[in-house]
C-alpha cells in the first residue's frame, strides 16, 4: 500500500534551520508530483512547495521562496524539505503529499510537528 512517513520536525529556534524527509513506498516514486504543505493550528493547509517527478520544475509559497529548498533523491524514494532562517510563523505540522499531475494530491502522510520559538 501507498505510505508516506515523515520526519525531522520538532522545536527551533528563530532563524534556526531544520531538515524534512518523507519517505514514500508502496508506488512508483519517480512518476509523482510531490508536494510538502503545512496547516497552522486554526488555519487550512497551504502548498509550501512542489517538486517535479523528474526534478526539473519546482515551485514555492512566496512567504518561504529563499529560504525552503525541496530536493528529492528517486533512487532512495525520498524527498526533502530544507527550512533556513525558520520564523515563528513557520509553525504548522508539515505534510508530504504525492501526486500524478502538479494538480492533484493522491496520498498523504501523517505531518510532522515543526515548532519555531524561542
Known amino acids: 500500500q501507498v505510505q508516506l512517513v515523515e520526519s525531522g520536525g520538532g522545536l527551533v529556534q528563530p532563524g534556526g534551520s531544520l531538515r524534512l524527509s518523507c519517505a514514500a513506498s508502496?508506488?512508483?516514486?519517480?512518476?509523482?508530483?510531490m508536494f510538502w504543505v503545512r496547516q497552522a493550528p486554526g488555519k487550512e493547509r497551504d502548498l509550501v512547495a512542489q517538486?517535479?517527478?523528474?526534478?526539473?520544475?519546482?515551485y514555492y509559497d512566496s512567504a518561504v521562496e529563499g529560504r525552503f529548498t525541496i530536493s528529492r533523491d528517486n533512487a532512495k524514494n525520498t524527498v526533502y524539505l530544507q527550512m533556513d532562517k525558520l520564523k515563528p510563523e513557520d509553525t504548522a505540522v508539515y505534510y508530504c503529499a504525492a501526486g500524478l499531475t502538479r494538480f492533484r494530491y493522491d496520498s498523504w502522510g501523517q505531518g510532522t510537528q515543526v515548532t519555531v520559538s524561542s
Open positions: 508502496g508506488f512508483t516514486f519517480s512518476s509523482y508530483w
Open positions: 517538486i517535479s517527478s523528474t526534478d526539473t520544475n519546482t
